[in-house]
């Protein structure tokens, strides 16, 4: 039975480490208890990039298995681990309204855009200046009861094991792929934006993409979550999130009183309801230049690889994205080429 390290257990990890226990396979992860990314994500699963109004990348293959890949871990657990709930777009500009209106009889887009009605254009429970439209098949991942399910799942299956630990890569031995003398089949580094202290995939720039969100509480519109300048999640009981800005090439976690200011003043540009900050968190989502994970074997050291640059699609794209990590390691398939990390060799 072949045995795997997994270095980091956030999204990229775990979900890496699901489908080698699928396929049999023995698994460790070692994770520092400290999610920066992961845990303070909205999760929200969104199929369109409103600003080109254009369909996510590989969203007609990443939403299908990514549901799936929830429920089924959401049945196991007894956690809610998806809240389905539609996003109302605010159009910013005619041209935006048009465009959306354009594309909605499109069959490439009908599947995630709902036809725009004279009800979507008069919508009252928020600041509508030029009409909105409802996107279809949207949800959210509550990112912290993803993590204790996924962890559960995980350390409840006779081949896994959890290790909370802080990685010491001076401890790994790439000659015989192993970690404190003990040898491994292979060794996957999912370690987020710390890849910046990985000495062995250091030449792949991974960013440090900051991003902070804030709880309020209020009386907002909650049937849907709204969308201009900034997104707006119901929690239930009076509370939202509301997020995020971007602050590039920051490996900082602390929350500052820019992001919060910002966000707050988009969030009272969207709608007309007062609104108290109950909380404030930040989190660092490992990005690269092209928007594109960077995953495969090291260029030269054999059983050494990466899964990583999953950014602010992570809760979309990693399911299956472990899948088809695992099929490249197990099954040597190629991977997509705009995911290859050949593409910076």
């Given at each position: 039975m072949k045995h795997f390290l997994i270095i980091g257990g956030g999204i990229a990890g775990t979900c890496v480490a699901s489908q080698l226990l699928e396929r049999n396979c023995r698994i460790t992860i070692v994770d520092s208890g400290v999610n920066y990314s992961s845990k303070v994500a909205a999760g929200q699963i969104n199929p369109i990039v409103f600003?080109?109004?254009?369909?996510?990348?590989?969203?007609?293959?990443?939403?299908?298995?990514?549901?799936?890949?929830?429920?089924?871990?959401?049945?196991?657990?007894?956690?809610?681990?998806?809240?389905?709930?539609?996003?109302?777009?605010?159009?910013?500009?005619?041209?935006?309204?048009?465009?959306?209106?354009?594309?909605?009889?499109?069959?490439?887009?009908?599947?995630?855009?709902?036809?725009?009605?004279?009800?979507?254009?008069?919508?009252?429970?928020?600041?509508?200046?030029?009409?909105?439209?409802?996107?279809?098949?949207?949800?959210?991942?509550?990112?912290?009861n993803f993590l204790v399910a996924i962890k559960k799942h995980i350390e409840n299956h006779s081949n896994g094991n959890w290790l909370t630990e802080k990685m010491d890569y001076t401890t790994l031995d790439p000659s015989r792929s192993s970690w404190k003398e003990k040898e491994y089949d292979g060794i996957i580094f999912c370690d987020g934006y710390l890849n910046m202290h990985n000495p062995y995939f250091n030449f792949i720039q991974i960013d440090q993409t900051k991003g902070e969100v804030l709880t309020v509480e209020s009386d907002i519109y909650s049937d849907e979550s709204l969308n201009r300048k900034c997104f707006v999640l119901p929690q239930g009981n009076g509370?939202?999130?509301?997020?995020?800005?971007?602050?590039?090439?920051?490996?900082?976690?602390?929350?500052?009183?820019?992001?919060?200011?910002?966000?707050?003043?988009?969030?009272?540009?969207?709608?007309?309801?007062?609104?108290?900050?109950?909380?404030?968190?930040?989190?660092?989502?490992?990005?690269?230049?092209?928007?594109?994970?960077?995953?495969?074997?090291?260029?030269?050291?054999?059983?050494?690889?990466?899964?990583?640059?999953l950014g602010a699609k992570g809760y979309l794209i990693a399911p299956l994205l472990g899948k088809e990590m695992v099929e490249f390691i197990l099954d040597k398939k190629p991977l997509h080429e705009e995911q290859d990390l050949r593409r910076y060799c």
């Open positions: 600003r080109r109004m254009t369909k996510s990348w590989r969203v007609d293959d990443f939403l299908p298995f990514a549901r799936n890949f929830y429920k089924n871990l959401e049945s196991e657990s007894g956690l809610q681990v998806i809240v389905d709930k539609p996003i109302r777009r605010l159009f910013a500009h005619e041209q935006e309204r048009d465009e959306w209106i354009k594309r909605q009889e499109n069959p490439e887009f009908s599947a995630y855009l709902k036809t725009v009605s004279d009800e979507d254009l008069n919508f009252d429970k928020a600041k509508n200046i030029c009409g909105s439209g409802l996107v279809k098949q949207s949800f959210y991942v509550n990112s912290e509370q939202y999130r509301v997020g995020s800005n971007y602050q590039w090439d920051c490996p900082d976690i602390n929350p500052t009183e820019k992001a919060r200011k910002e966000i707050a003043e988009n969030l009272s540009s969207l709608v007309e309801n007062e609104f108290r900050i109950v909380d404030q968190v930040a989190g660092i989502r490992p990005t690269t230049k092209d928007r594109r994970p960077a995953m495969g074997e090291h260029p030269e050291i054999k059983g050494f690889y990466l899964f990583n640059g």
